[in-house]
């Protein structure tokens, strides 16, 4: 099973990007999603879903939120999500 981990993007260097997991930025390629949306416009504050060190898909914050709860949910029952939300910095 493969797990997105929502993300806030905070900086944008070309393709490479810094985005916030729940408080740790991480290194995300933006390859898949472009660094501008349709209009052009920089991603910036945008929310992504990241797998592996690529963002995956965009979504709005509502879902991110959304999705962030359903794995604080699972984390209470099983530890280990932690490391997804958290990576091992935490």
């Not at 916030?20 to 349709?38: K, M, S």
């Not at 797998?51 to 914050?61: K, T, W």
């Amino acid at each position: 099973m493969c797990i997105g981990v929502p993300g806030q993007i905070c900086a944008i260097d070309g393709n490479q990007a810094k985005v916030d997991v729940c408080g740790i930025q991480r290194d995300v390629d933006l390859t898949l999603v472009g660094a501008v949306n349709e209009q052009g416009e920089s991603r910036m504050g945008q929310w992504v879903l990241v797998h592996v060190g690529f963002a995956m898909s965009v979504i709005d914050e509502a879902e991110a939120r959304d999705t962030l709860a359903a794995l604080q949910n699972m984390f209470d029952v099983e530890p280990d999500v932690g490391a997804l939300m958290w990576g091992e910095e935490r």
